[in-house]
């Protein structure tokens, strides 16, 4: 039965309170505002072209690791997160899941693309996101509550002619700072 309340205890270990997360959301917010007029400007026409569905993805997460490992951390992150694509550089986030601390958690936010890599056939998409906990789910473990910082690589299928459904499917890995680091992995789905 001590153990059991030893390792309940692990639970409340704070996941992001560090100076490192609040530097890091800082500098992405910064970073994304001062690129926002020239990305705009260079990329909109290839995104005006694609209906509204073709430029939403679903991620679904399916595996989720701290470091350190620390005993009390949820590791199943069910959910879903929608990602929709308002040029090649940006993207807004709605989503809903169980955390680490098994609260349920809605947040809202954006994403934007830092650098793609396209080989014959991945793409491979690095960027950072920025959201808001709209219902609380982190509150009394997040020094920067309410906001969440990430950073994301995408990988999806590139080029391919005969099987399309190949370019809208890919994984999303998300890795959220702090004194612990989290570590999710997602299922990505184009509509």
Same mark, same amino acid.
């Given at each position: 039965?001590?153990?059991? $309340?030893r390792?309940r205890?692990?639970h409340?270990?704070? $996941?992001?309170?560090?100076?490192?997360?609040? #530097?890091?959301?800082?500098?992405?917010?910064?970073?994304?505002?001062?690129? !926002?007029?020239?990305?705009?400007?260079?990329? !909109?026409?290839? !995104?005006?072209? #694609?209906? $509204?569905?073709?430029?939403?993805?679903?991620?679904?997460?399916?595996?989720?690791?701290?470091?350190?490992?620390?005993?009390? /951390? =949820?590791?199943?992150?069910? %959910?879903?997160?929608?990602?929709v694509?308002?040029?090649?550089?940006?993207? @807004? $986030?709605?989503?809903? /899941?169980? =955390?680490?601390?098994y609260? =349920?958690?809605?947040?809202?936010?954006?994403?934007?693309?830092?650098?793609?890599?396209?080989?014959?056939?991945? #793409?491979?998409?690095?960027?950072?996101?920025?959201?808001?906990?709209?219902? %609380?789910?982190?509150?009394?473990?997040?020094?920067?509550?309410?906001? &969440? %910082?990430?950073?994301?690589? #995408?990988?999806?299928?590139?080029? /391919?002619?005969?099987?399309?459904?190949? =370019?809208?499917?890919g @994984?999303?890995?998300?890795?959220?700072?702090?004194?612990?680091?989290?570590?999710?992995?997602?299922?990505?789905?184009? &509509?």
């Amino acid at each position: 039965m001590n153990f059991e $309340l030893r390792a309940r205890s692990h639970h409340f270990v704070p $996941l992001a309170r560090s100076t490192l997360v609040r #530097k890091f959301i800082v500098g992405a917010a910064v970073f994304a505002c001062l690129n !926002a007029g020239v990305s705009a400007q260079e990329e !909109a026409p290839s !995104a005006a072209g #694609k209906t $509204l569905l073709s430029r939403i993805t679903v991620e679904v997460p399916v595996y989720t690791r701290h470091i350190p490992a620390v005993a009390g /951390f =949820n590791d199943h992150n069910w %959910g879903a997160l929608v990602d929709v694509a308002l040029s090649p550089d940006w993207s @807004i $986030l709605l989503g809903d /899941f169980t =955390n680490s601390y098994y609260r =349920n958690t809605v947040i809202g936010g954006a994403r934007y693309s830092i650098h793609a890599w396209e080989f014959s056939s991945i #793409k491979i998409d690095t960027g950072v996101m920025l959201g808001l906990d709209l219902n %609380g789910g982190y509150k009394g473990r997040n020094d920067v509550d309410p906001f &969440l %910082g990430a950073l994301s690589v #995408k990988i999806t299928g590139n080029h /391919f002619s005969e099987y399309e459904m190949l =370019n809208r499917t890919g @994984i999303a890995f998300t890795v959220i700072p702090g004194e612990t680091f989290g570590i999710n992995v997602a299922l990505a789905f184009g &509509l």
